[in-house]
Structure formats: structure tokens, C-alpha cells
């Protein structure tokens, strides 16, 4: 179609819908954003302790009950399972990520579903979703909950967690190099 | 004569391409053009961001939806 040539060489398009925008751009974005997630929800802003949240309503969906887990057994999470993922600010918070990176692929015709290449990857990805969802919950955070929201809230584990963030990204690639290489 | 090379990094994330690509450049001569096939758009980033501090010759192609290649002129 004619408009979509006009726009695809808009210069416009270009720079706020096609490249990437710049890291400090990004970095303002989410600073900004956080306040108002922090404001509007109440609590920080966090990726993987909802995620955790979804798993034990998906259990209770089919049957289970995670009454007697030692993570779900202070009263307010307790509180937050019963009252529902529809009641919940983080279940909007993840569902609203993966549509806006959804959105940004598809009008920066950037979407592709991707081949998988080796069943080495397929391995590899899901032992790191294992062991990433793992430290979080045990952390009590991801890099999102823990390190960034952690220290814009002045918090000392913030940094703490960066320390060792970057310890394990030394240690990740160097087995990168020697298992994908 | 220079020549040209192709490294398939389709499939593959970060910081995959930019290894391979640092690795496929190291043993090419000045003049050679590699072409580097990716589809994750942060490789999209740092492997041009990367060959151009190095200071090569960068072109960005996007040949499909999702889909690019850099191709990178060694030039010292």
C-alpha cells in the first residue's frame, strides 16, 4: 500500500518508531515510569515475584494449594493470592510489558518468529530460566525487583546485588564462550 | 583480491553474534567484507556500535522483517 511506503521512509518513523532509541533515553524512561508504578501500585516495581504469583494460581486452577508454602505464608501474600491476579498491579504491570515489546517489533516491522537453531540452545534456555527463576525468588528479587528497584529506593541490597550481578555475568560468559562458541 | 564472508548468526542472541563476529574478523585481511546475518535487534546494536569503534567500514541492510545484515569493510 502507498501510506505505508510514506511512512516507512518518514524521517519521523525513523527515529521514534524504527532505530532504537538511545540507552539514556531508555534509562530516563524507566526512571519516570517507576514513580508512577511506585505511586499508582504501591509497592516497586517487580517482574519475577508476580510470575511466581501466576504459578501458584495456575496450581490452585488446577486443584493445588500452596496454603502450607513457606513463601506464599505471610498474610499478605495470602491476602494478594485470594483476592486474585485480576485484583493484582503486577499481573497488569508483566502483561502490559510483553504487549508494549509486542506493539514496538510490530511497528518497527521488526516481529519474526525465530528457528531454533540447536537443541543446545533449547537446553541452555531452559536451565537458565530454571536457575534465573530460581535466584530471584531466593533473592527475594530479579534485576528488576532487587537490583533497580532496590536501589532507587536507597537500598543497600541494590547494590549489593549489582556487585554480584556482575560477578555471575563474568562467570556466564565465560561458559558462554565455552559451550556456545 | 579481497573477499567476502558470510557468518549466519540467525538464532542466535546476545552476545553471541558479536563474539562471532570478533572472532570471524580476527582472522580475515584488511580489505575482506564480512556479513554478518542476524535477527535479534540488540546484536543490531553492539555488533555495528562495536565494528564501528573499532573502526571499520559499518552498513546496515535490513533485508526482512526482523532481519538484517551488517556488513563490515576491515579496514586496518
Known amino acids: ?181 | 583480491m579481497s573477499k567476502e564472508v558470510e557468518l549466519d548468526c540467525l538464532g542466535e542472541a546476545c552476545p553471541v553474534p558479536l563474539i562471532k563476529a570478533e572472532k570471524a574478523l580476527e582472522g580475515m585481511d584488511v580489505g575482506d567484507v564480512l556479513i554478518c546475518q542476524i535477527d535479534h535487534s540488540c546484536a543490531m546494536k553492539n555488533v555495528p556500535e562495536w565494528a564501528r569503534e573499532q573502526g571499520h567500514n559499518v552498513e546496515v541492510e535490513e533485508v526482512d522483517d526482523g532481519e538484517w545484515e551488517v556488513i563490515i569493510e576491515k579496514v586496518k
Open chain 1, 1 to 181: 500500500m502507498k501510506i505505508f511506503d510514506k511512512i516507512k521512509t518518514d524521517p519521523y518513523y525513523k527515529v521514534w518508531l524504527k532505530d532504537a532509541w538511545p540507552y539514556v533515553t531508555g534509562a530516563i524512561l524507566l526512571s519516570v515510569f517507576q514513580i508512577v508504578s511506585l505511586a499508582s501500585a504501591g509497592t516497586p516495581w517487580g517482574v519475577s515475584g508476580t510470575l511466581a504469583d501466576w504459578g501458584a494460581w495456575l496450581y490452585q486452577l488446577v486443584g493445588g494449594s500452596v496454603d502450607k508454602w513457606y513463601y506464599f505464608a505471610s498474610d499478605a501474600a495470602q491476602a494478594k493470592l485470594a483476592a486474585g491476579p485480576l485484583k493484582d498491579p503486577g499481573t497488569f504491570r508483566n502483561l502490559g510489558l510483553i504487549a508494549g515489546a509486542l506493539f514496538a517489533a510490530l511497528i518497527a516491522s521488526g516481529f519474526k518468529f525465530k528457528k531454533i537453531k540447536t537443541w543446545r540452545q533449547v537446553a541452555a534456555a531452559v536451565l537458565g530460566g530454571l536457575l534465573m527463576g530460581y535466584g530471584a525468588r531466593i533473592a527475594f528479587g530479579c534485576n528488576i525487583g532487587a537490583l533497580f528497584s532496590g536501589i532507587a529506593s536507597m537500598s543497600l541490597s541494590g547494590w549489593v546485588y549489582a556487585v554480584f550481578l556482575f560477578l555471575g555475568a563474568i562467570v556466564g560468559s565465560k561458559l558462554l564462550v565455552k559451550y556456545f562458541m
